[in-house]
């Protein structure tokens, strides 16, 4: 039985007078008004900087500024909630992969750094520093059912396919490395990106960051 819902039933009870009980039922009739996108982004900031498990309710409460019964009414348990932050942190993804992965006017070389840049460089240094939320999700996900972790793979999954299409363009020009096939060098590339998003974690500089971007896309480059 939902918040909202077992409060109306308690509103009906013989201790409210008729005026009291139809007074209440007014008030928790009207629509909880916040703005779902707000919400959505800080509560995506607190899972993408400490984690599921240690993102108590009342930590998200607290971020959010909503109250318990609005989080479930709204949006569901914890881990109904964290699923629609994942699905926020993928419009971010989305918009990344849009201006480079998937701009029609970069060769495949080009697109591709241009997705590592959009990635890691071009952002804050506040989200640099918290690294990638579904690197930090996947690294975490042992202790998940495999309903949350399946939702963190599949966003991940979305990045590799891009990847994979860019890598064919350049298998097809010859620009890739001899000897190396398109899935394998999608593997490096993802795991280059796994890597470099820990490393940010750890404050290391953009350039620093920029150098192993370089180095991990050169050594897939056709000579």
């Known amino acids: 039985m939902g918040f909202r819902k077992s409060y109306l039933n308690l ?38 900087r400490e984690g599921y498990e240690a993102s108590s309710i009342q930590k998200l409460l607290d971020c959010t500024g ?31 992969i849009l201006r480079s992965l998937q701009n029609e006017k970069l060769g495949a070389w080009n697109a591709i750094e241009a997705y590592f840049d959009e990635a890691i460089l071009n952002i804050s240094n506040k989200h640099r520093s918290m690294g990638c939320m579904l690197v930090n999700s996947l690294c975490e996900s042992i202790n998940y059912d495999r309903s949350i972790k399946k939702v963190v793979q599949d966003s991940l ?18 620009k890739l490395k001899k000897g190396v096939s398109e899935e394998f060098a999608a593997d490096v590339l993802m795991n280059a990106l796994y890597g470099i998003r820990v490393n940010s974690r750890a404050n290391k500089s953009s350039k620093h960051l920029q150098s192993l971007i370089k180095h991990s896309i050169d050594n897939l480059k056709r000579r």
């Open 11 to 48: 509103c009906s009870e013989s201790a409210f007078t008729k005026f009291e009980r139809e007074f209440l039922r007014k008030i928790m009739a009207r629509p909880v008004e916040f703005d779902e996108e707000k919400v959505l982004s800080k509560a995506m900031e607190q899972f993408w």
């Open 66 to 96: 909503i109250n318990r019964g609005t989080l479930y009414n709204s949006f569901g348990d914890k881990e109904t909630f964290f699923k629609s932050c994942v699905d926020q942190y993928g419009l971010i993804t989305e918009a990344q």
């Open 157 to 174: 999954v979305l990045i590799r396919k891009a990847i994979l299409l860019r890598l064919k363009e350049a298998k097809g020009k010859r």
